[in-house]
């Protein structure tokens, strides 16, 4: 793969692999959706993952990675992400944000959402709905030309605008043979300038946002990370592809686009 600045610009092949392994994470993501429910252990979450996975023949990409123990992070109310899955049964009113990941032919896939348990409050819903929205506000930003910031200034306006915050600690990333690759990509202004995106690149673009303080702390488990008030988060993510017809969401499963998960 070719390097701009540090960025690898992806060719056909290796962009129509990424599209084959986030398909894949968004079928997953689609099964986690139907499956969720009040009484849930979270751990069948991740067994579902697992499941999917061996019948698609291909690894977890979270399994491992820097030793983190599962094959999906499972974030439930006010934690926001790299959450454990465990014996935890889901609520009614709760959301349950899952991330995942695997990988395909040497390429990975990256695609998180948030979904409701049962019925959930209005505000909950708005959360997860006002993070989703500024989601595909950020993608619009994800085209050749723009700077990479571009993306987490309209991310940060958008959510502020609605009375929420978004998280610094935590950003979107490149992605293709490696999970992480540059560039990253913020969901918040950084103040200064970015990579210029490339047709080729591809990016993992993640809005974390939260109903109080943008601050996060990181349990006694080394990983999931929790508001530091204990308001809630919600998480949404789509691999994106830059290409000359625009931004190009990878990350689309067998049933389509999932932009329908958030009613109201």
Request: glycine share 10%; charged share 25%.
């Amino acid at each position: 793969m070719k390097k701009y600045h540090g960025a690898f610009i992806k060719n056909e092949r290796e962009v129509g692999c990424l599209r084959e392994a986030n398909r894949m994470v968004a079928n997953i993501l689609d099964a986690v959706g139907d499956m969720v429910a009040p009484g849930l252990p979270t751990m069948r979450l991740e067994e579902l993952a697992r499941d999917m996975c061996a019948d698609y023949k291909v690894k977890p990409a979270f399994l491992g990675y820097y030793d983190y123990p599962f094959a999906i992070c499972c974030s439930v109310n006010e934690q926001v992400v790299h959450g454990f899955p465990s014996a935890r049964l889901l609520q009614e009113g709760d959301i349950v944000s899952v991330d995942m990941g695997v990988v395909y032919e040497g390429f990975v896939g990256d695609a998180a959402r948030t979904y409701p348990v049962g019925q959930v409050s209005d505000e909950a819903r708005r959360l997860m709905r006002v993070t989703e929205e500024s989601l595909y506000v950020g993608i619009e930003q994800a085209r050749a030309g723009n700077d990479v910031y571009a993306i987490g200034a309209a991310v940060q306006d958008y959510v502020e605008a609605a009375g929420f915050n978004v998280v610094r600690r935590f950003v979107g990333h490149g992605v293709g043979a490696k999970m992480h690759e540059k560039p990253e990509v913020p969901n918040f202004r950084p103040g200064m300038h970015g990579l210029t995106l490339q047709n080729g690149m591809v990016i993992a673009i993640e809005p974390m946002v939260t109903a109080g303080t943008y601050e996060v702390d990181i349990l006694d488990d080394k990983w999931t990370a929790v508001t530091r008030d204990g308001l809630w988060a919600a998480h949404f993510e789509h691999s994106v592809a830059i290409t000359p017809e625009g931004p190009r969401i990878l990350s689309v499963s067998d049933r389509g686009l999932n932009r329908h998960t958030i009613d109201g």
